[in-house]
């Protein structure tokens, strides 16, 4: 390599496509076409004069050269989010933007209103939302806070547990009369992929001869189709209690629950708007537990 690899956007695009295996994957994550990736791993592998991937049927695979290359950026990679969090960390003013990841059943049912109000009395602080199943990397910068669910939070990260998440069986309304005599081991039941793992996990060893007839990767979906009548879906309380057109059929067992996580990365947890975010939530959350535990119906 007789060139300067000090480009850090070519090393943010090569890591990109080292990551997804493809061009197009690594598009979706850059947030730019297929053709512009395709340009700038080019030209760089040209400035380096060097093979950075081999190019298969199955997708773009690093070579040697590559291997070491990823190593590197890594490396640079983990420096720049390091620096870019203490500058922010430093930040004392309550303005600016805050980004906040989290999961589709959160974002749809649970932060709303919290969010409103939080704007209401912080208005210089501008709140983005980031909705995926899949984990955010804070230390990449990401997003600045994640609000999570899961019984153990990863230890790079700092923050509380801010509510427990209590679920039961739910259905559309008429079908716990119409089956109430039933098992529910007989019952259609709505079932998770794989990108609720955790969830569908706690199915399995609940009823473990059920076979689901309808699967979703979505909380949203599921709480659809339960309210469409294709069966019972095992769902959170602080979730469905709030969906006139659901009834609660049955508890679930208690490893059913999951904790629900406020968490930032250290280096951002004194920046005032961040902490200002983090304090609000975890007193709206804490509010929400008769809500969160299923017992506001009861």
Not at 179 to 191: F, H, S, T, V
Not at 251 to 272: M, V
Request: charged residues 25%; glycine residues 8%; hydrophobic residues 50%.
């Amino acid at each position: 390599m007789n060139a300067n690899a000090d480009n850090w956007d070519d090393l943010r695009v090569f890591l990109a496509v080292a990551r997804a295996g493809s061009l197009s994957g690594a598009a979706r994550a850059l947030g730019v076409n297929h053709s512009t990736v395709f340009r700038r791993i080019g030209a760089f592998e040209r400035a380096l004069e060097v093979r950075l991937f081999d190019r298969l049927p199955g997708g773009y695979v690093l070579t040697a050269a590559g291997e070491e290359m990823r190593e590197s950026a890594l490396r640079v990679e983990a420096e720049i989010a390091a620096l870019g969090r203490k500058v922010v960390g430093q930040d004392l003013r309550l303005s600016g933007t805050v980004r906040i990841a989290t999961i589709d059943m959160l974002a749809v049912w649970l932060l709303p209103r919290h969010l409103a109000a939080f704007r209401v009395a912080y208005p210089g602080i501008e709140l983005e939302v980031a909705v995926s199943n899949a984990a955010v990397n804070l230390s990449r910068h990401e997003a600045d806070v994640a609000l999570r669910v899961g019984n153990q939070p990863p230890e790079t990260l700092v923050g509380r547990r801010v509510g427990r998440l209590v679920f039961a069986s739910y259905g559309a309304i008429g079908i716990r009369d119409r089956d109430k005599d039933m098992p529910l081991a007989e019952r259609d039941w709505i079932g998770f992929e794989s990108d609720h793992a955790a969830l569908a996990s706690r199915f399995a060893r609940f009823l473990p001869k059920v076979r689901p007839v309808f699967r979703v990767n979505s909380v949203a979906a599921a709480v659809a189709a339960a309210k469409a009548g294709i069966g019972l879906a095992p769902l959170p309380c602080g979730i469905a209690d709030l969906e006139p057109d659901l009834v609660r059929v049955a508890q679930l067992p208690d490893a059913f629950s999951l904790d629900l996580w406020l968490l930032t990365h250290e280096d951002l947890r004194h920046t005032a708007r961040i902490r200002a975010l983090l304090d609000f939530l975890a007193e709206a959350l804490a509010a929400d537990a008769p809500l969160l535990e299923g017992r506001q119906v009861e």
